[in-house]
């Protein structure tokens, strides 16, 4: 069980690079459980164009560019684990494998058994 509250201690963090949001205009499902996420990036991020309407307050903007970590359930137990965003296999060999994002994704691939 993952007893820490903070999931990004990593150098470089465990987003970035490509990240993908929970948003159901986009064709996320109602029904997806968003259970973390990383913001407040810099730099050459942007919005998707789908999501451009203008005039956007470039807050609204920035706050549209985040990587959500979602969890959707499925009939019969099943269920969609995203890290939302591509950087996320590069946390797991931090320390070694012993930290917590590796267990955070022990959990999951535990509860698919």
């Known amino acids: ?3 820490s509250s903070a999931i990004l201690d990593f150098p470089a963090g465990a987003a970035g690079f ?3 949001i929970v948003d159901t205009s986009l064709g996320t499902p109602p029904d997806a459980v968003v259970l973390a996420q990383s ?4 730099g050459e991020y942007h919005c998707v164009p789908e999501k451009i309407v ?8 920035s706050s549209q560019i ?3 970590l979602c969890f959707i359930p499925k009939a ?7 890290t939302g965003s591509i950087l ?7 320390n070694d494998f012993k930290n917590n994002i590796s267990k955070l994704l022990e959990n999951v691939v535990r509860g698919c058994l």
Do not use: I
Not at 39 to 42: R, S, T, V
Not at 54 to 61: D, G, I, R, V
Not at 76 to 82: A, K, L, P, T
């Open 88 to 94: 996320f296999c590069g946390s797991l060999p931090v």
């Open 76 to 82: 019969h137990g099943n269920f969609v684990f995203s």
């Open 66 to 68: 985040r990587a959500d």
């Open 54 to 61: 203008w005039p956007q307050p470039l807050a609204w903007q």
């Open 18 to 20: 490509e990240v993908d």
């Open 1 to 3: 069980m993952m007893r």
């Open 39 to 42: 913001k407040e990036y810099l």
